[in-house]
């Protein structure tokens, strides 16, 4: 997709924002009078190759997506136009926009009905590495799901090349006793089921890195002495994912888009919702080296490769095979400092909600016969999650940034969080400074489905 490039004065910003809002009440995306041209998004039926076997899925031309690239402070204009034979609606995962382009059906929007339109429109004034997903039902689960990169004004960091990598898990469209991910639910990996991380339980064929399984893998391209910046997201609907390259260790310079002090890993490890950018430094005379992508808690591997350039196809790694880095160093979030904390003022919070998992419940509660956090405008907000069940929860706010509470003082601006099972504990800071109705939901989508999600009101 090419650029919105229109710098906009103020006034055509507000005029923008009132075309906006009269797009979310009348559900059809009325033209804009002004700002840069909408780009088009098309959610409908497609073929997927996934390495010469057909998959029918729904995703928007490509799977992934094709990227939406913006410099901070742009306007973001997307119009949806439904190819679909349901009704849908697009979120801008990690980004706060005003909460009627926030895409929930039912909350911030009428949903996009089958032939209709719906222009999505806001400015984006923070920098990073997002998603845009349908947030209708399980569609998220299909391939309606892309990259959304916002560039900084200045950008701080220095690299050469960039590539972005969605990580999946797929079941789509395919015969579910193919592909290669293996496993059946509860298969340990370890012996012992108390030291599994499991972010869910159901058997998905395919382990995609940016819609290829691993017999035709996404290469990811550099030259001897690069810096390539890796912009990880895992875009899966029920899996947590361990993340390395063979022979080259990653440094992380941000999570969930937002920067943090540089520190170097063997390994990521990515809850469903979460992203980390990395650089990597390509210190390695050539060839071809695999980037693993294994499922926590269950057998089965999906991988990239890094390919120097001019090494031949004939050095690509076998599918299997399994870089020793995945066992090596991770950080935690306690070792994660950010270098932007949220301004949060001292004292102690204005609201604090303790908020118990358990299964897919939250305080025994299921959406939609759950109580609503309320919370009012410029209020310093802290929920305590704690975790009582065998699955790790990636816990997803939308519209807001919050601050990870660790013993630095200084834990990573994220907008979401993995609470480990059996006990884990997580508390987290934001400002509710973007009013309206936003969800805070486990972004296990059949957790989400189950009801796992609760609402934080505003009010009027
Ligand atoms: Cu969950």
Redesign the pocket.
Known sequence: MTRPQLPLTRRSFLAGSAVAGLAAITGCGAPAASGPPALPLRPGPMTLDLAGTGARTWGYGTVPGPEIRLRAGELLRVRVQNGLPDDTTVHWHGLAPPNAMDGVPGVTQRPIAPGGEFLYEFRTPVPGSFMYHAHVGMQLDRGLYGPLVVEPRDEPLAYDREHTLMLDDWADGVDEHRGHAGGEPGTPAVPDAREVVS??GRRYPFLLVNGRPPEDPAVVEGRPGDRLRLRVMNVAADTGFRFAIAGHPLTITHTDGMPVEPVTVDALRLGMGERYDVLVDLRQRGGTWQIGVQPEGRPGQGRAVLRYTGSPASATPPAESRPAELDGRLAGYDELLATEPLPVPTGSPDRVFDLT?EG?EINGQSYPDADPLPVADGEWVRLNLRNTGA?????HLHGHHFQVRTPSGRGPVKDTVAVPSRGGEVSIDFLATNPGRWLFH???HH??EDG?VRLVDYGR
Do not use: Q, V
């Not at 699955?391 to 816990?395: A, F, G, L, N, Y």
């Open positions: 972010f869910g998992l897919t699955k790790w929860h990636p816990m486990c972004h296990n957790h989400m796992m």
